[in-house]
């Protein structure tokens, strides 16, 4: 039996983090506080970091200088199990295996029962679309997924997340390459997903990070810009910037 290591609470702490890949140097001393059970949005430039800032979290790499807690442990403090029990996360690009569908989602949780898998996957709005194939559950799909639609594969992953029930949700724009008839599904997956939840999301779309309870905006390495969408918008900068280029991207029609 493994001991896992449970921290007081899921506040999550960057204290003047840097990070590099070989010389090219990611983050500056980037300090940021996340508050447990609260919805953080990461925004900024393509390559600003911000797939690395959340990377870091889960120990994909060690930081090179300062530290990174959960509930005021040190990530490198944690076992790799006491750390990735606490963490889900859903990318851009997912990977299922060529398994049956209902043992792509127990592997969020492999001691899940069928009922326990089927709550999550209605959860998740991929219960129909299961139920719709030849064999339901127990259909095998290909290698990486092949024969299920990009939003059908998310859906999948949110089931898988919401099966695990960990506390911290980590959102790598994982709406961003989403058919406009599976957004709606997939947004309330999402829901569902981050009820009471410490959520981390990286997105590009005005939806998915209007509501957030604090934004970060990273450019060159450092926190450029904190706050809600209200009071960003307002202020001259990149976010503002970012907000009128996805409207005009809206408002674009081909004629």
Request: glycine share 8%; aromatic share 6%; with cysteine.
């Amino acid at each position: 039996m493994v001991n896992l290591l449970i921290p007081p609470n899921y506040n999550i702490v960057f204290d003047d983090v840097s990070f590099s890949y070989g010389e090219h140097k990611i983050l500056d001393h980037v300090s940021l506080s996340i508050p447990e059970k609260t919805v953080t949005a990461i925004v900024g430039p393509s390559g600003a970091g911000k797939s690395t800032l959340c990377n870091l979290i889960a120990r994909f790499w060690d930081v090179d200088d300062g530290k990174i807690t959960i509930g005021g442990i040190d990530v490198r403090d944690y076992t790799l199990d006491s750390l990735l029990t606490n963490i889900s996360e859903v990318f851009q690009k997912v990977y299922l295996f060529a398994d049956t569908i209902e043992n792509n989602i127990k592997f969020g949780n492999p001691a899940a029962s069928h009922n326990e898998v089927v709550k999550a996957a209605q959860k998740a709005c991929c219960h129909d679309f299961i139920m719709s194939l030849p064999d339901g559950y127990d259909t095998v799909i290909g290698e990486g997924g092949a024969t299920l639609s990009g939003g059908e594969k998310q859906r999948i992953s949110i089931a898988r997340a919401i099966l695990k029930d960990a506390p911290i949700i980590i959102l790598d724009e994982a709406t961003s390459s989403v058919d406009p008839e599976n957004e709606n599904l997939l947004m309330g997956a999402i829901s569902e997903l981050t009820k009471n939840k410490t959520v981390i999301m990286i997105a590009h779309r005005l939806k998915t990070v209007r509501n957030a309870d604090q934004i970060f905006v990273l450019s060159g390495g450092h926190i450029v810009q904190t706050g809600k969408h209200e009071d960003l918008i307002r202020q001259p900068g990149i976010y503002a910037d970012f907000i009128g280029i996805r409207k005009k991207a809206i408002g674009w029609k081909l004629r």
